[in-house]
């Protein structure tokens, strides 16, 4: 099991930003997928954003154009630019890392505490 420990929330206004990090416990170029997933009060949770082995990437519709995932391989940490923040980006952040991109919205693979992400208007 892989151990993720995501840091990086806060408090920030529209229209700021905010770069959230995952560091991993196991060599994340070996990992088929990472991505950054979240949960709103109220709301079930969705995916953000993933990252393939391979380095493509993709985002939920929500998100395109203003975050971007990214990987340091040598620091074994995935990142998640936000920009220009909407208060409906707000909501808790999880990183996880799973073996296979079906079924993205399961509850598979390894997960970290998350990370409370508040956006004001």
């Known amino acids: 099991q892989v151990q993720l420990v995501e840091s990086g929330g806060g408090l920030v206004e529209a229209g700021g930003s905010l770069r959230l990090s995952c560091a991993a416990s196991?060599?994340?170029?070996?990992?088929?997928?990472m991505g950054w997933y979240r949960q709103a009060p109220g709301k079930v949770r969705e995916l953000v954003a993933r990252?393939?082995?391979?380095?493509?990437?993709n985002y939920a519709d929500p998100v395109k154009g203003r975050f971007t995932i990214s990987r340091d391989t040598a620091k074994n940490t995935v990142f998640l630019q936000m920009n220009n923040l909407k208060p409906e980006d707000t909501a808790v952040y999880s990183c996880?890392?799973?073996?296979?991109?079906?079924?993205?919205?399961?509850?598979?693979?390894?997960w970290g505490q998350g990370t409370q992400v508040t956006v004001s208007s």
């Open positions: 996880n890392a799973r073996i296979t991109a079906v079924n993205p919205n399961s509850d598979s693979g390894s």
């Open positions: 196991a060599t994340i170029s070996t990992i088929p997928v």
């Open positions: 990252i393939f082995r391979g380095g493509i990437t």
